[in-house]
């Protein structure tokens, strides 16, 4: 049987009714150094004695939540439930991990983040700000969900796409490659969105650009199309000279300008 490399003092404070421990190396590892005060767990099945992983700081670890591998929580962070935070994973700041998710790989989720149901949250992706991953959503790669964005339901975002601001990706829905969601964007259902895709809806209707066309709700149209539209009188459905064409117009301008800075 290995050593033990932590302990579990005589300190202790209440959280949610349950009382947990102050935990003290017993020996130096990674960096950690020997005698070191941690954080505070329920029990040893919290925190494995193998491995690197640590609980530092005033962060939680309780219920049948477990810290293993060399992953890291420290800050305020709380991990709880059924959650799993290992590999070389980092929960901090005043994240909450709980419920069956999972956060592993070398993930990152920090700030005032929420990973909770069945989320996992894996690869170098980064969850932070107030952001909220849940549902069997997944975020992995390089994806980046932040600000208060929220993944949910069945989604995917993952490959080096950013989802952030106020943006939603939920349902059955992925987001992958380079695409952005941001804004107050939507991405639901059965919806892709793929490389190279940038999805804003600061101007009421959602805005997808690949690289050949821009679609404007359920108006599609080439760059140069869309260009000339904007020259000409032509209504589709909002009329023009309103605060609503206007939103349209300053959104579709500031695509031209992503477009051409790409």
Known sequence: MSEKKYKLTDNTKTVNGITLYQIQSLKAFFNVEKDE?????????????????????DACVYGDACVYGDARVSGDACVYGEARVYGDACVSGDACVYGDAWVYGEARVYGDTCVYGEARVYGDACVYGDAWVSGDAWVYGDA??????????????????????????Y???????????????????????????????????????????????????????????????????????????????????????LIKAR
Not at 151 to 160: I, L, M, P
């Open 37 to 57: 005060v941690g954080g505070w767990i329920e029990k040893e099945s919290n925190l494995d004695q193998n491995g690197n992983a640590w609980v530092s700081g």
């Open 144 to 169: 980046w969900v932040y600000g208060e964005a929220r993944v949910y339901g069945d989604a995917c975002v993952y490959g080096e796409a950013r989802v952030y601001g106020d943006a939603c990706v």
């Open 171 to 257: 349902g059955d829905a992925w987001v992958s490659g380079d695409a952005w969601v941001y804004g107050e964007a939507r991405v639901s259902g059965d919806a892709i969105c793929e490389q190279n895709n940038i999805i804003n809806i600061n101007s009421i209707y959602n805005i997808t650009i690949t690289q050949n066309h821009i679609r404007v709700g359920c108006e599609q149209k080439t760059i140069q199309e869309w260009e000339e539209w904007l020259k000409s009188d032509k209504v589709i459905q909002t009329e023009r000279n309103t605060d609503k064409f206007k939103k349209i117009e300053k959104a579709l301008k500031a695509c031209f300008l």
